[in-house]
């Protein structure tokens, strides 16, 4: 079931409408939608093309495999009893027979090459041949390239960043994952909110994770079978997310286990690894936070540029993973409860659900700030902590351009808030420097927002409740 994404489809399709050719490069983690996005983009246009690399395979595999598709697409009888030798031979022939072959010229033609780095067999030869038939031939003949893969090192400094392609890339997709409100239409009414918020915070909006909940069985019954069983899938994703888009995986996989433990500066990931605060290490994090994992956040007051700069672990299903599962691998690998995610986990997870909201809220900053009513005004959206906090003091604060500053109170609790919090949200106001000429405002996020008492005492300007973050 296809969701969401009405923002990247209208890029694609202006993209398409243009009268010139258009070189597009999307780029993402694994199971984050990529290849769904184009299928749903090309539906119902004729001129398409698609090519999936294969992974692990050297380049005559990968020609091979290419032609092969190029035949099945295509009808041609030729391909039957060709074969070609090189990159070179394949779109030679594809630019001849196929692109400069068409009746209807007026058309766009699309070539859609998939898991770019798979085909090209790891290597750059491959973009600087697509860089020769681009300037060559492919633009002036109504082409729209697609070329897509995970956002390993490959994408981002031999595509993205490639001198072979510099200025000649007219549209770039980073796609992450599915808002909230995307996400909850893949349950199709069959679940309920509370339900649907616990499988955000294990899974996040991975489009590829969610899809493999069956909405005929309860959270703990798809979370036993998807983690917690000798055969799920899920025990070994961590391994596939690493060694599928980092060529340095290990040095990646040690960053992330220090910021599942701790926040950190990149001068302190850098001491506690032993890595070089340069441009190496600069660039893990950045392949890290574009995938969404990881996510960094300059301390309120600082400028962008602050060496205070924290790093912290994002992804929802790592925090689950290394909470949860890795410390009960060898159970899970022996056991066969079909209940071992309630005997492991107990009422640790419900614990952990508060967190994970803190977490979950201060990622969808921006679509909080859209249901108070204040998005437009949002200069940052940051979590508040001092230089030497291993922890954030406030988890989210935004300042605004109309002089506001609105401290949020995040709670996941079962009930409606009392009174009592009160105390607790006065301290953490009073320990914010307040710039001259600003408001402080309170808001209140939790699933069931204030009793009767904490609403009729005025005390905060803004209430989120679950209804607000998934309306019905």
């Known amino acids: 079931m296809f969701v969401g994404r009405k923002a990247e489809l209208k890029v694609l399709q202006d993209s398409f409408k243009t009268g010139k050719s258009e070189l597009v490069v999307i780029y993402g983690r694994r199971r984050i939608g990529k290849s769904s996005l184009v299928a749903r983009f090309a539906k119902g246009k004729s001129g398409f093309l698609g090519f999936e690399g294969i992974e692990g395979e050297r380049t005559l595999e990968q020609i091979k495999h290419f032609s092969e598709r190029l035949r099945k697409q295509t009808n041609d009888p030729l391909l039957k ?51 020769y038939f681009w300037d060559n031939h492919w633009k002036e003949q109504q082409v729209m390239l697609i070329l897509c893969g995970s956002i390993a090192t490959f994408m981002v400094k031999k595509v993205i960043k490639s001198k072979a392609l510099y200025g000649r890339i007219n549209v770039e997709l980073l796609l992450q994952g599915l808002e909230p409100y995307e996400a909850s239409n893949l349950f199709s009414g069959k679940r309920s909110r509370e339900e ?49 888009h980092f060529k340095e995986h290990q040095i990646y996989l040690k960053i992330v286990r220090l910021l599942n433990q701790r926040i950190c500066t990149m001068q302190e990931i850098s001491r506690h690894l032993s890595i070089a605060s340069g441009g190496g290490l600069r660039l893990y994090l950045q392949n890290l936070e574009d995938t969404e994992i990881i996510r960094s956040y300059v301390p309120y007051g600082k400028k962008i540029t602050s060496k205070l700069r924290k790093y912290t672990l994002a992804d929802e299903y790592l925090i689950f993973y290394y909470k949860f599962i890795q410390p009960n691998l060898q159970t899970i690998k022996h056991s066969r409860s079909l209940k071992l995610f309630e005997n492991l986990a107990g009422e640790s997870f419900d614990k952990w659900l508060g967190f994970a909201f803190e977490r979950y809220c201060l990622k969808h900053a921006g679509f909080l700030a859209a249901i108070m009513g204040f998005e437009e005004e949002v200069i940052l959206a940051v979590p508040f902590y001092a230089k030497k906090d291993q922890h954030f003091q406030i988890d989210l604060l935004y300042q605004r351009s109309d002089k506001v500053l609105t401290i949020c109170e995040i709670k996941h609790q079962n009930k409606p808030l009392t009174t009592k919090v009160i105390p607790e949200v006065e301290m953490k106001c009073a320990s914010i420097p307040l710039p001259r000429g600003f408001t402080i405002e309170k808001a209140l996020i939790s699933l069931y927002g204030p009793d009767q008492a904490l609403r009729d005492s005025g005390y905060f300007h803004h209430i989120v409740t679950l209804d607000d973050i998934l309306p019905g």
């Open 81 to 131: 009893n060709v074969a070609f030798k090189s990159w070179e031979d394949v779109f030679s022939y594809l630019t001849e027979r196929i692109l400069k072959a068409r009746t209807n010229r007026s058309e766009k033609m699309i070539l859609f090459f998939d898991e770019l780095s798979w085909m090209a067999s790891g290597r750059t030869k491959l973009i600087g041949l697509l860089k």
């Open 196 to 244: 649907i918020l616990k499988y955000f915070f294990v899974f996040g909006g991975v489009p590829k994770y969610l899809e493999e909940i069956d909405l005929n069985s309860s959270f703990a019954q798809n979370i036993n079978r998807l983690c917690f069983a000798k055969t799920s899938p899920m025990t070994r994703e961590v391994e596939r997310i690493f060694y599928n």
